[in-house]
């Protein structure tokens, strides 16, 4: 069975493919095992069609099943899709096609125009370009591209179109480019792969190949070319791979090269580094082929083909459903995975991201398409590939950095030598521009802006101070406290914020302090005080309910009486409430608990009160020799609800923008009151702090809070009142579209995840020119935190639990006694009911009882004089 197949004079490798696919597929028992493919090749001239046609009508008189080629977008090929489609013979192509809808009997290895563009367009979108010039060499370049066209209106991109002109140096083109547009440095390569070579070292020699230069190759060959003259000039190039090299198929082949080549008579070709795509697509479409014929035998006998003539037109009957076998078969080829739509172009096939590096051509990143999800695809990259690529893409270049003298981030460094350069400043910017330095290898020179300004924009729309240094080119980056914002966005690009901020209160501490005049009560809070008042009456009333239900607190006023059937209790309330309140104070008191359960009571009052004394005390010391400093404006909305204490701002900045555009209401009078004032405006910050160093706390500057804390630090007496009314960030800022944006920002991100900003804040604010001075004042002088019911919850829960304990003593005396007491006539119960009736009744601190004679001998035996005896009651 015999499979034809159309090359060029220059497509060798094309060929050889052919040739050992078709080998290896006939030593391949699991494929076409009952026959084999005879390959039938014809040479083609790609621009005489006339020619092309004698070839093609000369394949199909020797009976071919299909026929492969001729590649690329010439007349041949036109010819023969069109021959191929009138006699029902399957036709393969494997190069780029432009066409929208293919032919029937025409299947394409080769990827879609409009997919290819759309991983082109994801490449583009991740980089972020958003200004490029767009390069083609040939009219179908403009094909291939025009998906670039249609996506920059709705990306607001620049895309700048330039044709390499036939017959002229590619220098030409390059130096139009970089003449008339010399802020483009992201170029869209499409050229022949055989040029791509001559193309770049072209663009070199008009230095369009340095470190901020960006070139994307649309060729999926890049892979094939020499490019160890440009691996080392730090140009981010970059472009899409379908072949994949690590197929162990591809691997295979490539290792039994010289066999399969000497197999076909081919023994002086030498194996490649590299295959090209459109020779892999060959292959490939060899063992698709194969695949379908087998498919096809399988249903129906197709042994051989009877020789077709071009000149009377009778098709092939198995053409077409060969190709509709052809067209659902999947299988993963040397060009990845090999899929078809319905219309025969290639589907689901994935791309390798691949970029130069000093060491070669390296895979960075992937992109996949899914055409069974509306068309969606996926774009990904190595992040820690593409750090290094921003790394060295800023090696040896010299950065203009424009600053402005501003505490604690650009200061003159003191010397008592005359210094120049980059030698006259030091500063937390300073440091960190060193720092940036030298993870990415630039160098730079740092230059004040000449009018003194951070940057607003005037009625015209014309920026001053740095950022329009920036805007007029006058400088590559620009470094201070210099917030970003919405406004300037607009006009540059700022990196990752180095330093996250936000506006705040400066103020003058109070110099007079103030003491009040019950500072005694001080130690405890409020609620405290109210627990332990809670506590004494508490205390007090169940001590006196104890002393009246325990009946071993109820003493004969005159034991010596046996007569008197009275009993008294010491336990009356003012005695209860007296005596809490003497033990409280530590002075005692004459009465004194007999009963068990009036001395537990007893002791776990003890126990407070030595708790509460002692935490008391100890407190009290403290908040005597402390005078607390009162504020006479506490935040924002303090500030603006009075109007005896002026604030203001600078007068340029974002700070003053702020509150000129906030809605926040307590914002927008402050924004009033600056406004109908102002003379509360300053020209600079450190004309702000002077104001209120110099005011008698009559005058409050808003400024951001990395600034304050930086001041604080060194002057004692100014202070930060309340929190942050916004957020914020200070950025790097730089032109738009910078190449510098993107490494510098991956680069500041690296000194945050190493601490190394929080070191080089900690050294400017808090060690270098006189930091930390008021730390040790401010801990000296911080207020001593009075006692909360946190700190001395436990003591009363000690207490609840030693009055319910003395409660049940009380009750165990009382039940026990009421069952001593008992007479004949009537029952513990009834005894116990009359008791507590007693007891709760609160009339008297004395009580009549009945005296027995146990009663007496237990009671009194022991305290009446001997001599008496028994006829003491009588005497006395």
Known sequence: MSTGALFGDDQHEEELLFRFAVDRINSDSTILAQTTLVPQIERVDHFDS????????????????????????????????????????????????????????????????????????????????????IAYETNEGIIRIQEFLKEAERHDWQIFLYQFKPGKPYRDTFWEINKSHSKIVNIVLDVKHENLVNVLRHAQQVGMMTEIHSYLITSLDLHTVDL?????????????????????????????????????????????????????????????????????????????????????????????????????????????????????????????????????????????????????????????????????????????????????????????????????????????????SKIMGFSYRFQLVKDNAYGIKDENGNWNGMIGELIRNEADIAIVDLTISSKREEAVDFTQPFMNTGISILFKKPTTKVTTLFSFLSPFQNIVWIYVLGAYISVSTILFIVGRLTPYEWDDPHPCRQGDNVLENNFSLINSFSFTIGTMMQQGSAVAPKAMSTRTVAAIWYFFTLIMISSYTANLAAFLTVEKVIYPIEDAEGMASQTQIKYGCLGTGTTKAFFAESKIPTHQRMWAFMKNNPSV??????????????????????????????????????????????????????????????????????????????????????????????????????????????????????????????????????????????????????EMIKDLRFAFACQSKTKIVQKNDDFVKDKFSDSCPPQYGSDYNTIY
């Not at 090299?245 to 295979?252: A, F």
């Not at 070669?360 to 990143?365: A, D, F, R, S, W």
């Not at 950025?731 to 738009?736: H, L, R, V």
């Not at 207490?799 to 009421?818: D, P």
């Open 228 to 436: 160890e003259d440009f691996k080392f000039g730090n140009t981010k190039i970059s472009s899409f791979r379908l072949v994949d090299v690590i197929s162990p198929e591809l691997q295979d082949l490539m290792s039994q090269w010289s066999l399969l080549a000497s197999k076909i008579g081919k023994k002086h070709i030498l194996p490649p580094k590299y295959i090209l795509t459109d020779s892999a697509l060959v292959y490939d479409g060899v063992k698709l082929l194969a695949t379908a014929l087998q498919d096809l035998d399988q249903s129906q006998s197709v042994d051989g083909i009877q020789p077709i003539s071009c000149e009377n037109g009778s098709p092939w009957l198995y053409g077409s459903s060969l190709i509709n076998y052809m067209r659902p078969i999947t299988f993963r080829g040397i060009t990845g995975l090999v899929g078809f739509d319905q219309s025969g172009y290639r589907s689901n096939f994935a791309l390798d991201v691949m970029s130069i590096f000093p060491d070669g051509l390296q895979k960075i990143g992937y992109w996949t398409e899914n055409s069974q999800v509306n068309g969606t695809s996926s774009l990904q990259i190595n992040s820690d590939m593409m750090k290094q690529y921003s790394v060295i893409s800023m090696k040896n270049v010299m950065l203009r950095v424009t600053t402005i003298i501003s505490e604690p981030y650009t200061m003159w460094k003191e010397s008592a030598i005359s210094r120049e350069g980059n030698q006259q400043y030091e500063g937390f910017a300073v440091d960190l521009i060193e720092e940036l």
């Open 681 to 830: 405006f300053t020209k600079s910050n450190r004309d702000g702090i002077e104001r209120v160093q110099k005011s008698n706390g009559n005058y409050a500057y808003l400024m951001e809070s990395a600034s304050i804390e930086y001041k604080i630090e060194r002057d004692c007496n100014l202070t930060q009142i309340g929190g942050l009314l916004d957020t914020k960030g200070y950025g790097i800022a730089s032109p738009k579209d910078s190449p510098y944006r993107n490494p510098l920002s991956h680069a500041i991100l690296k000194l945050h995840e190493n601490g190394i900003l929080l070191q080089l804040k900690d050294r400017w604010w808090k060690q270098k020119k006189g930091g930390g001075k008021c730390a040790e004042e401010t801990k000296k002088s911080s207020a001593v935190n009075n006692l909360s019911i946190d700190h001395v919850g436990g003591v009363f829960v000690v207490l609840l639990g030693g009055l319910t304990l003395s409660f049940l003593v009380a009750i165990f005396e009382f039940i026990w006694k009421a069952r001593k007491s008992a007479d004949k006539e009537e029952s513990v119960i009834d």
């Open 50 to 133: 006339f020619h092309a046609n004698k070839r093609v009508c000369s394949l199909l008189n020797n009976g071919v099943v299909a026929i492969f080629g001729p590649s690329g977008l010439s007349a041949s090929s036109s010819h023969t899709q069109s021959i191929c489609d009138a006699l029902e013979i399957p036709h393969v192509e494997t190069s780029w096609d432009f066409q929208i809808q293919r032919d029937d009997l025409s299947i394409n290895l080769y990827p879609k125009t409009v997919v290819l563009a759309k991983a082109y367009i994801d490449l583009v979108k991740a980089w972020n370009w958003k200004v490029f010039a």
